[in-house]
């Protein structure tokens, strides 16, 4: 269970870094006076990053980059309905995804 939770505490670092590195490229982190920290937070889920920096940041708003079945933004949407949202998802999908299509 140790090196599960470990296992678990080293993935979400390495996100936690990658978001970061991301933000810092685009030019976020210049703009958004100390709002990106890494932190000794730890959260299990996408929904409970973000519903913290949701709560912690006074988010209004927030746009999701390939929405596909949006059951991401359908719950932060549920749990804050006051939020504003736009959900890009520029692929068409079909009825009959194959391993060539995929290629």
Avoid: N
């Amino acid at each position: 269970e140790l090196i599960k939770f470990m296992g678990d505490r080293r993935r979400m670092l390495q996100w936690q870094l990658g978001q970061l590195d991301l933000a810092a490229q685009c030019g976020v982190v210049r703009d958004a006076g100390g709002a990106f920290q890494l932190s000794s937070s730890f959260h299990v889920s996408r929904f409970q990053v973000l519903s913290h920096l949701i709560v912690h940041h006074r988010t209004e708003a927030f746009a999701e980059i390939g929405v596909h079945a949006a059951r991401l933004s359908e719950a932060l949407l549920t749990q804050f309905g006051a939020l504003q949202y736009l959900g890009v998802d520029p692929y068409v999908y079909d009825d009959g995804p194959t391993r060539e299509k995929q290629l």
